[in-house]
Nanobody
Framework: QVLLVESGGGSVQAGGSLKLSCAAS????????MGWFRQAPGKEREGVSY????????YYEDSVKGRFTISRDNAKNTVYLQMNSLNADDTAMYYC??????????????????WGQGTQVTVSS
């Protein structure tokens, strides 16, 4: 059974930071590209960031470039999302996801085989 478990969410004031973690089990982690998505109330789930299985390539949604950093530790089966300079627009449920596919449109939810349950991030202004 594949499990992706997110942690690290919470409430923070604008300008603050949070670091999300996603611990994976039940899959060969180093074979999967890992993505972070978010979904705000009334909005579609959107891709935030993505990292390849070798960590050689990362992608970011335009609004988080320069503020968020994705990383992974294959020895710990964990992917991280460091979020700095948070603002109210970052408020959402954050999900991690895993996909075997290499290339393509990392930001499309249909590209991913496995999903976590999410962790809530709330930024107050």
């Amino acid at each position: 059974q594949v499990l992706l478990v997110e942690s690290g969410g919470g409430s923070v004031q604008a300008g603050g930071s949070l670091k999300l973690s996603c611990a994976a089990s039940g899959l060969i982690f180093e074979r999967y590209g890992m993505g972070w998505f978010r979904q705000a109330p009334g909005k579609e789930r959107e891709g935030v960031s993505y990292i390849t299985w070798t960590s050689d390539t990362t992608y970011y949604e335009d609004s988080v470039k320069g503020r968020f950093t994705i990383s992974r530790d294959n020895a710990k089966n964990t992917v991280y999302l460091q979020m700095n300079s948070l603002n109210a627009d970052d408020t959402a449920m954050y999900y991690c996801a895993a996909r075997l596919l290499y290339g393509g449109r990392w930001y499309e939810t249909s590209q991913y085989e496995y999903w976590g349950q999410g962790t809530q991030v709330t930024v107050s202004s």
